[in-house]
């Protein structure tokens, strides 16, 4: 018999094996949907579907903007074929403190603390700022895909 010890596994972080995207036919998108369009998790700001020409298929013309950059992609995929969905979820933490570099320390409902969230660029990011130094209870709205994960809003907390 071989070595056993050369056959033993460490499963110490198993995830469920879930992908960050799913296919989605062409067709099935809607507006206000997300897709991945150049790699990038994006929200669906227009869509226009083309008749089928002479020869092939129709055409959905796909204007969409990346959820964490604001930049504007565009695709043209014939409507039978299927595209990425990125796997996208939003949850609410409860703000704790922004630190000096601009990182927020956020509390999860389960009392889990993350500090690895910046602070938003521009207005959003300024508002936070700006209701936190006033002492206000803010929480906020983290939105994460695809590996990545940013601070999108804020709410003042209810009493």
């Known amino acids: ?19 960050l995207t799913y296919p989605m036919q062409c067709s ?3 507006k206000n949907g997300f897709v ?11 869509m226009s579907t083309s008749k089928t020409g002479k020869h092939g298929h129709a ?9 964490f950059t604001g930049k504007k992609l565009e695709d ?3 409507s039978t074929h299927n ?7 939003r949850k609410e933490y409860q703000l704790l403190d922004i630190t000096d570099d601009d990182f927020l320390s956020l509390m999860s409902e389960d009392g889990n603390t993350k500090d690895d969230v910046k602070l938003p660029e521009g207005e959003v990011g300024e508002k936070m700022r700006k209701a936190f130094d006033e002492g206000k209870d803010l929480n906020v709205t983290i939105l994460t895909s695809m ?13």
Do not use: Y
């Open 36 to 46: 991945v369009i150049k790699g990038r998790p994006c929200k669906i700001v227009e």
């Open 1 to 19: 018999m071989a070595d056993d010890s050369q056959h033993e596994q460490n499963f110490e972080s198993a995830d469920a094996g879930a992908s």
């Open 83 to 89: 595209m990425e969905v990125p796997k996208v979820t």
């Open 28 to 30: 099935a998108l809607r």
């Open 147 to 159: 590996g990545e994960e940013a601070a999108m809003d804020f709410k003042e907390a209810p009493k």
């Open 76 to 78: 043209l995929s014939p």
């Open 59 to 67: 055409k959905v013309h796909i204007v969409a903007l990346d959820i």
